[in-house]
Antibody, heavy 118, light 107 residues
Framework: EVQLVESGGGLVQPGGSLRLSCAASGFTFSTYNMNWVRQAPGKGLEWVSFISGSTGTIYYADSVKGRFTISRDDAKSSLYLQMNSLRADDTAVYYCARGPTGSGFFDYWGQGTLVTVS | EIVLTQSPDFQSVTPKEKVTITCRASQSIGNNLHWYQQKPDQSPKLLIK???QSFSGVPSRFTGSGSGTDFTLTINSLEAEDAATYYC?????????FGPGTKVDIK
């Protein structure tokens, strides 16, 4: 069974940092693309970042570029999001989402972790 | 950046009724359009990939169509458990983007 479990969320002051983790199980992690998607309270979905499973290609939304860093550790089947210079508008539930290699859709999502910047 | 618009924003529907949600892209995205369902306090779930391909385990009443800039998600014979917000998502180019969502409520 595919499982994605996020952790690391919490309350942080503006300008602070936080590192999110996503522990994956039930599939060969290294062969999948991974993404972070966030959802501000009562709002819609916003894609944040992508990292490919093969070449390590990385993309970011403009809203987080230069402040957030995505990474992965295939040996640990884990995805990370280092968030620096946090702002109030970064407050959201952060989901990790899996994408099959060569595709663009997200077939499995974690339950999310809440980041509050205040 | 490719902008996705959805209509309607909200729809209140009677069980067994048919629901049609549209998603329009600001430029042609081929069939790189996917649909998700998000119920309250749950994470999103994939319904349709590449405009018209049903994801494994999704009930057959959910169908998708379209290509280029105009796409449609149809729910045939709505059931009470389909109360949710529905989002379209394009993967034609980075940055990936989502539509603003369509909330479907059951009368």
């Amino acid at each position: 069974e595919v499982q994605l479990v996020e952790s690391g969320g919490g309350l942080v002051q503006p300008g602070g940092s936080l590192r999110l983790s996503c522990a994956a199980s039930g599939f060969t992690f290294s062969t999948y693309n991974m993404n972070w998607v966030r959802q501000a309270p009562g709002k819609g979905l916003e894609w944040v970042s992508f990292i490919s499973g093969s070449t390590g290609t990385i993309y970011y939304a403009d809203s987080v570029k230069g402040r957030f860093t995505i990474s992965r550790d295939d040996a640990k089947s884990s995805l990370y999001l280092q968030m620096n210079s946090l702002r109030a508008d970064d407050t959201a539930v952060y989901y990790c989402a899996r994408g099959p290699t060569g595709s663009g859709f997200f077939d499995y999502w974690g339950q999310g972790t809440l980041v509050t910047v205040s | 950046e490719i902008v996705l618009t959805q209509s309607p924003d909200f729809q209140s529907v009677t069980p067994k009724e048919k629901v049609t949600i549209t998603c329009r892209a600001s430029q042609s995205i081929g069939n790189n359009l996917h649909w998700y369902q998000q119920k309250p306090d749950q994470s999103p779930k994939l319904l349709i990939k590449y405009a018209s391909q049903s994801f494994s385990g999704v009930p057959s009443r959910f169908t998708g169509s379209g290509s280029g800039t105009d796409f449609t998600l149809t729910i045939n014979s709505l059931e009470a458990e389909d109360a949710a917000t529905y989002y379209c998502h394009q993967s034609s180019s980075f940055p990936f983007t989502f539509g603003p969502g369509t909330k479907v409520d059951i009368k």
